[in-house]
């Protein structure tokens, strides 16, 4: 899958990593669209971090989920809150 990967400043490179399987309770889709607010300019505007995944604010598609996830289903379209992605706020 594609991910958007800031490395501090103004680099920020669209590269390959793994896609990763759903864990227990979790799903995951497939982005289609994405918002970009003021947490997503401070990593922007400061080369001090280590490189990391951006984005949230999203909407998609669902495309894989555990056996435990019962109220939602393959192909169902979701809007994400930041709070619960893995990795938000690491």
Do not use: W
Not at 2 to 20: F, H, M, N, Q, W
Not at 29 to 36: C, E, K, L, Q, T
Not at 52 to 73: K, Q
């Amino acid at each position: 899958m594609k991910a958007s990967i800031l490395y501090g400043g103004p680099d920020i490179r669209l590269e390959e990593v793994p896609t990763p399987e759903p864990g227990p309770e979790e799903v995951l889709f497939h982005v289609r669209s994405g918002g970009v607010c003021g947490s997503d300019l401070h990593p922007y505007r400061s080369s001090l971090m280590e490189p990391h995944e951006r984005g949230h604010e999203l909407a998609g598609e669902i495309v894989a989920l555990d056996d435990g996830v019962t109220n939602l289903t393959i192909g169902q379209l979701v809007g994400i809150e930041a709070e619960h992605l893995l990795g938000c706020g690491d």
